[in-house]
Nanobody, 121 residues
């Protein structure tokens, strides 16, 4: 069983920065940040392999977001900068003990409760 707890969501102005945290307990193969805006599908944002530390990002956040992890305290982070209104949404961390394509929500067995990010123009 893997438990995930997000924190750090807030309301910020466009151009601002924010860092989200995801506390993880249990073994994971890969961890990811998804986001979901009202009326839209859940979107994969950034992922990191727990052992290798390799990362990948959706195109819209490349150069602005950075996903990292601290395996000593079992926490994953999402550093977000140059935030835009289109980054608004509920941000979820998720994890899998298996594989599968990294952007597919169906490939993640464990989910946090979400943390809200609101970016105003």
């Amino acid at each position: 069983q893997v438990l995930l707890v997000e924190s750090g969501g807030d309301s910020v102005q466009a151009g601002g920065s924010l860092t989200l945290s995801c506390s993880v307990s249990g073994y994971t193969y890969r961890k990811i940040w998804f986001r979901q805006a009202p009326g839209k599908e859940r979107e994969a944002v950034a992922m990191i392999y727990t052992s290798l530390g390799a990362t990948d990002y959706t195109d819209s956040v490349k150069g602005r977001f950075t996903v990292t992890q601290n395996n000593a305290n079992n926490t994953m982070y999402l550093q977000m900068s140059s935030l835009q209104p289109e980054d608004t949404g509920m941000y979820y961390c998720a994890a899998t003990t298996r594989g599968g394509h990294w952007t597919d929500p169906a490939n993640y067995e464990y989910w946090g409760q979400g943390t809200q990010v609101t970016v105003s123009s």
